[in-house]
């Protein structure tokens, strides 16, 4: 069964530099998430999207954005990049018209040196 | 915000061992799901818990939503070594299309 893609898996920066995460969801479904995973730590909600309106912002900093395309993948924003960013970044999809029910991607690996 | 309260921490265990896990909220949560990572690779689902009192089976593993709908527990019979890896609750206040609160995590290792 097709999964949740995400690329790239690792990405390396430089502080105040951007980068951008991309996410394609399981086909069908129309609503996709964004989570934070720091070393050790659980996944933290930071973004969601719901036919391609934002449906749930959480503790997501001002130097992030993101959007949900036509095509419903998404893509993350980050700029002004800072060391605190590095982190497992994952995406998750779901189909609204079912019950809850969200998988995730194999995740980002951002970097910030 | 919401909190999920997860224990243990960490559990060392002998193969063939049963266990469980649980979590608990302050916050009345109307579906929970228990996923299992391994290092450096994104959550997966095990288990999804719909309505109060639910009790759900996959394989070797058995969750509990509970009655308050503000705990859930997980078993695991018979372990087995590729069953290490840690264990996260999770709690959604909808039933669809909302955001996922988790809990901090169980770390389970399988001694052989």
């Known amino acids: 069964a097709a999964g949740v893609i995400q690329s790239p898996r690792h990405l390396i920066k430089e502080k105040r530099e951007t980068a951008t995460l991309k996410c394609y969801p399981i086909p069908r479904h129309d609503t996709v998430y964004w989570y934070q995973q720091g070393p050790g730590q659980d996944p933290q909600f930071l973004i969601s999207f719901y036919e391609k309106m934002q449906s749930d912002k959480g503790s997501i900093p001002d130097r992030f954005s993101a959007q949900q395309f036509s095509d419903y993948h998404s893509e993350l924003n980050m700029s002004s990049l800072e060391l605190g960013d590095s982190a497992l970044y994952f995406c998750?999809?779901?189909?609204?018209?079912?019950?809850?029910?969200?998988?995730f991607g194999p995740g980002t690996r951002l970097l910030v040196l | 915000g919401q909190q999920l309260n997860q224990s243990p921490q960490s559990m060392f265990i002998q193969e063939g061992e049963d266990v469980s896990m649980n979590c608990t909220s302050s916050s009345i949560f109307n579906t929970w799901l228990w996923y299992k990572q391994d290092p450096g690779e994104g959550p997966v689902l095990l288990i999804a818990?719909?309505?109060?009192?639910e009790l759900t089976s996959n394989g070797r593993l058995t969750a509990q939503f509970g009655i308050t709908r503000k705990d859930s527990f997980l078993n695991i019979s018979a372990s087995i070594p590729s069953d290490v890896g840690i264990y996260f609750c999770a709690g959604s206040l909808e039933t669809s299309g909302s955001r996922l609160t988790f809990g901090e995590g169980t770390q389970l290792t399988v001694n052989p």
């Open positions: 998750a999809s779901s189909n609204r018209g079912a019950q809850e029910t969200q998988y």
């Open positions: 818990l719909y309505k109060a009192g």
